[in-house]
């Protein structure tokens, strides 16, 4: 596949500011997807302004979502969600909302890589235990930035360690560490075979690989055939979902090639400028027409 180096970009918060009016969709299409539909639509917490803020919940209750993404806090706050209280404050609110907690990340490894810090290494230990407490399958481990593994084969080594040392936790509790990276589909295949555990999976963000330059059709439904992606990102750089570069009718045709069920979140999606509530309730019409 084409391996064309890509701008190591990362997205930041978009703030609340005027905007023109967005492109409108079908009006028929569903805010709240019923329990017993194949996918629900959630959003990275960080994408809508509040990460690790119980705030996201009714941010998330407000666009029309059906879940979000929770981000386990950062280096500064010591990784807060590790707290028995934050995490019954975090339940009680998705309770109150109806905003469930559709996963679990630690962005934070972008700026302490799992592949050389300790500190990286607890985290993601104790993020098994806070995951199983919220009631999510899947963790997001980040792999971009300083953490990133493109062309590192020797950090690479370590994660791989790494993980198995903690995959066995994961796969007594049920849940799924999920890699997100810059790494081809074949150089994820690479690190789960070498760790050996049905507790690791990718984490498919088909921005990313567009970015990369890889053909995301042919590695959705390659990977998804051995069963080794757990969830999705739906994003966009710059643009709203559907307006960029990746052609989201045929990823979903690629999905229900593989048979995908679960949580899709968005990511990113906010063009520079506009609105993020309208951005993202846009977004949000934009995937259940998708994904209808």
Same mark, same amino acid.
């Given at each position: 596949m084409n391996r $064309?180096? *890509?701008?190591?970009? &990362?997205?930041?918060? %978009? #703030?609340?500011?005027?905007?023109?009016?967005?492109?409108?969709?079908?009006?028929?299409?569903?805010?709240?997807?019923?329990?017993?539909?194949?996918f629900r639509v959630g959003a990275c917490d960080w994408s809508i302004g509040q990460s690790?803020?119980?705030?996201?919940?009714?941010?998330?209750?407000?666009i029309g979502l059906d879940g979000i993404q929770v981000n386990l806090g950062s280096e500064k706050n010591d990784m807060h969600l590790r707290r028995k209280d934050?995490?019954?404050?975090? $339940?009680? *609110?998705?309770?109150? &909302?109806?905003?469930? %907690? #559709?996963?679990?990340?630690?962005?934070e490894l972008n700026n302490i890589p799992y592949k050389s810090d300790p500190r990286a290494e607890q985290w993601v230990q104790d993020s098994v235990g806070v995951a199983k407490a919220l009631g999510a399958?899947?963790?997001?481990?980040?792999?971009f930035n300083k953490g990133d593994l493109k062309n590192d084969p020797q950090g690479t080594q370590v994660v791989i360690e790494r993980l198995k040392a903690v995959a066995p936790k994961a796969e007594k509790a049920g849940i799924v560490l999920a890699i997100e990276s810059w790494l081809s589909a074949e150089e994820h295949m690479a690190i789960i075979d070498a760790v050996a555990s049905p507790a690791v999976k990718v984490y498919y963000d088909v921005c990313n690989s567009t970015v990369m330059g890889y053909d995301i059709l042919k590695?959705?439904?390659w990977l998804g055939k051995q069963k080794q992606i757990c969830e999705f990102h739906f994003?966009?750089?710059?643009?709203?979902?559907?307006?960029?570069?990746?052609?989201?009718?045929?990823?979903?045709?690629?999905?229900?090639?593989?048979?995908?069920?679960?949580?899709?979140?968005i990511e990113g999606a906010v063009p520079e400028g506009k609105n993020m509530l309208e951005s993202y309730t846009y977004n949000n019409k934009f995937v259940r027409e998708i994904l209808a």
């Open positions: $064309r180096t *890509a701008l190591r970009q &990362t997205l930041g918060f %978009i #703030g609340l500011s005027t905007t023109a009016s967005l492109p409108v969709l079908n009006a028929k299409s569903s805010l709240q997807n019923p329990n017993n539909q194949r690790s803020k119980i705030e996201a919940f009714d941010v998330a209750k407000t934050l995490q019954k404050a975090w $339940r009680e *609110a998705a309770k109150r &909302t109806g905003v469930q %907690i #559709g996963g679990l990340a630690l962005g399958k899947n963790i997001l481990l980040a792999f590695e959705i439904r994003k966009e750089n710059s643009y709203l979902l559907g307006q960029g570069k990746v052609n989201y009718p045929e990823v979903r045709k690629a999905i229900d090639a593989i048979q995908y069920g679960g949580w899709v979140h």
